[in-house]
């Protein structure tokens, strides 16, 4: 059987080697950070298929460093912390992590989660192995790639910037309503503010801006989005 790998970003050097050991009586592939400066080398030499990111580290903190992950990969990242706020459990959702799980915890709890997010992402809830596209006029969205193609422009996506257009373009010119994008895009609403879609939905509309992308995600007033593509991209 295959050993799925998992990479451990956690300072606290007592409980990254107690749960690494928790893991490898599973029979999984550990690894845990040794530079917390390079953080994304290290994880990308590693390739894991799943990893586990505290927020308060040296130099940079997990938000930052999901962020950077995330330009590279779509393995899932669940956040390991102290801090048990829903603000921060809402900035680790927004900033690209996957799920949260609070210190103290059961490691019951923890294997539970991986072995849920490994069996959505490569086991039998997996998608199709063959690379998902969705094709909207001159645009290419690539989905595993998370970059949109635009004749010769590839645009670089975060992953809720990915999923967000996904939804969006599967649908049009259908307008895809807040609550079908909130369902997808977090698991448990319930942490989700009220705003954070807004700020999700600015930062791809500035993007789609950067990358001189001319279609648009159009707001309908007491209804949600619509992706309307321009008469130059059809």
């Known amino acids: 059987?295959?050993?799925?790998?998992?990479?451990?970003?956690?300072?606290?050097?007592?409980?990254?080697?107690?749960?690494?050991?928790?893991?490898?009586?599973?029979?999984?592939?550990v690894e845990i950070i040794e530079d917390f400066d390079r953080v994304t080398e290290e994880c990308l030499a590693f390739d894991p298929h799943?990893?586990?990111l505290d927020i308060n580290l040296p130099s940079y903190d997990g938000y930052y460093w999901c962020r950077q992950l995330r330009t590279h990969t779509t393995c899932p990242i669940l956040f390991i912390s102290a801090r048990s706020g829903d603000m921060d459990q809402v900035f680790a959702l927004e900033n690209g992590g996957d799920d949260?799980?609070?210190?103290?915890?059961?490691?019951?709890?923890?294997?539970?989660?991986?072995?849920?997010?490994?069996?959505?992402?490569?086991?039998?809830?997996?998608?199709?192995q063959s690379e998902r596209t969705v094709k909207s006029g001159l645009l290419?969205?690539?989905?595993e790639r998370m970059e949109l193609h635009v004749r010769e422009v590839i645009v670089p996506l975060q992953k809720k910037e990915c999923v967000i257009l996904e939804l969006l373009m599967n649908a049009s010119p259908k307008i895809v309503s807040r609550e079908s994008l909130l369902e997808e895009l977090w698991d448990d609403q319930s942490?989700?503010?009220?705003?954070?879609?807004?700020?999700?939905?600015?930062r791809v509309r500035k993007k789609l801006t950067d990358y001189h992308v001319l279609s648009l995600i159009e707001t309908v007033r007491g209804a949600g989005y619509r992706f309307v593509l321009a008469p130059e991209e059809l």
């Open 100 to 128: 949260f799980i609070t210190k103290p915890f059961h490691y019951e709890i923890v294997l539970a989660k991986i072995r849920s997010h490994l069996r959505r992402s490569f086991g039998e809830y997996a998608p199709s």
């Open 50 to 52: 799943l990893i586990l």
């Open 1 to 29: 059987m295959k050993k799925h790998r998992i990479f451990i970003v956690e300072d606290d050097k007592k409980i990254a080697q107690l749960i690494a050991d928790t893991l490898r009586k599973y029979q999984y592939d």
């Open 140 to 143: 290419t969205l690539y989905i």
């Open 191 to 202: 942490f989700v503010d009220e705003n954070t879609l807004n700020v999700n939905m600015t």
